[in-house]
């Protein structure tokens, strides 16, 4: 069974940081992709970033492009978004993803989520 576990959220003053980890187990398939999403209130699941398995491929959403880094380690089984500079509207829920194969920004291509965890930004 897949598990998904983030962890590193908090709530932090605009221009602080934040480092999330997304620690997976149960997965048995070679290579997977993970992602970054994140759900604010009222608003629709977007896009944060992406990495493929061996972490040369990433990918990130206009808006946190230059402020946000994902980064994997294979050995422990965990994908990080590293996010510096942060804004009042990167204020959400931000959720991991896996999926069997190339990394992708496309939130229907992962099958498997962890619960999220919430990062609030303070102006």
């Known amino acids: 069974q897949v598990q998904l576990v983030e962890s590193g959220g908090g709530l932090v003053q605009a221009g602080g940081s934040l480092r999330l980890s997304c620690a997976a187990s149960?997965?048995?398939?070679?290579?997977?992709?993970m992602g970054w999403f994140r759900q604010a209130p009222g608003k629709e699941r977007e896009f944060v970033a992406t990495?493929?398995?061996?972490?040369?491929?990433?990918s990130y959403a206009n808006s946190v492009k230059g402020r946000f880094t994902i980064s994997r380690d294979n050995a422990k089984n965990t994908v990080y978004l590293q996010m510096n500079s942060l804004k009042p509207e990167d204020t959400a829920v931000y959720t991991c993803?896996?999926?069997?194969?190339?990394?992708?920004?496309?939130?229907?291509?992962?099958?498997?989520w962890g619960q999220g965890t919430q990062v609030t930004v303070s102006s």
């Open positions: 993803a896996a999926r069997a194969g190339s990394a992708s920004y496309s939130q229907y291509e992962y099958p498997h």
């Open positions: 149960g997965l048995t398939f070679n290579p997977y992709a």
């Open positions: 990495i493929s398995w061996s972490g040369t491929s990433t």
